[in-house]
């Protein structure tokens, strides 16, 4: 499968302006034809990524909303979702991919880190952030990304000097390449490969990742098999 067809965006924005339980019931089997070319769209991409690493999992997301605790209680999501996980413990980061009608995006990296994760990573910046610069100002790194995105606080984190060089790194809590598409880009024929150029060029970036969250600041491999 190498195409989206445009009747993905029309469904999706047809559910945007009837997000309820009786127009989706009424319309669940055209969901369930849009959902299932997804898929093997889905299952395409996680095969282009295997030719370049090795990825096992492929999550799928729900188009069921929680709403427990938000106050948009639409109980539908207007977008499609899948996440693509690496395999082994020394092989860290995941893929993502949505679409959605003027907002689709891939997406790779480090998502709020566990609190030892996120503090080896602080530190591995502290101590030198050199290599992690130079990866992310690579040209081929800013042609498909531009930056590092990632949510921050809003000063230093605690135990971190707000004069650091590398503070701008430091204070981040998710660790994130963006690259955003048009519809048009989407439902073209060379989407699938623009992912695949896209993901292949977060390797970098991963591998470096890889090493500091599976070894100490003196280099030493924390995996026990290693």
Do not use: C
Not at 39 to 67: A, Q
Not at 210 to 218: E, G, K
Request: proline share 4%.
């Amino acid at each position: 499968m190498s195409v989206i067809p445009e009747d993905v965006f029309t469904f999706l924005n047809r559910l945007k302006n009837n997000n309820d339980r009786d127009w989706f019931d009424a319309h669940k089997s055209e969901f369930k034809i849009i959902d299932g070319v997804l898929k093997e769209f889905y299952t395409s991409v996680l095969e282009d990524l295997n030719t370049s690493d090795t990825v096992d999992k492929m999550k799928i997301y729900r188009i069921y909303r929680d709403v427990r605790f938000s106050k948009d209680k639409t109980p539908y999501k207007t977008h499609r979702s899948v996440s693509f996980s690496r395999v082994s413990a020394s092989l860290r980061g995941g893929y993502y991919l949505k679409i959605s009608p003027g907002e689709s995006r891939m997406l790779g990296g480090f998502f709020q880190p566990n609190p030892a994760d996120l503090k080896r990573i602080r530190k591995e910046f502290e101590t030198d952030d050199q290599e992690i610069r130079e990866i992310i100002n690579d040209s081929r790194f800013l042609k498909m990304f531009n930056s590092l995105e990632g949510e921050e606080v809003k000063t230093a984190p605690r135990g971190f000097d707000i004069g650091h060089p590398a503070i701008d790194l430091i204070r981040k809590k998710s660790f994130l390449a963006v690259r955003r598409f048009t519809d048009e880009q989407v439902l073209s024929a060379n989407f699938r490969q623009e992912l695949k150029e896209s993901y292949l060029a977060l390797r970098p970036f991963f591998d470096y990742m890889s090493d500091v969250l599976t070894t100490d600041l003196n280099g030493v491999s924390l995996l026990k098999d290693a």
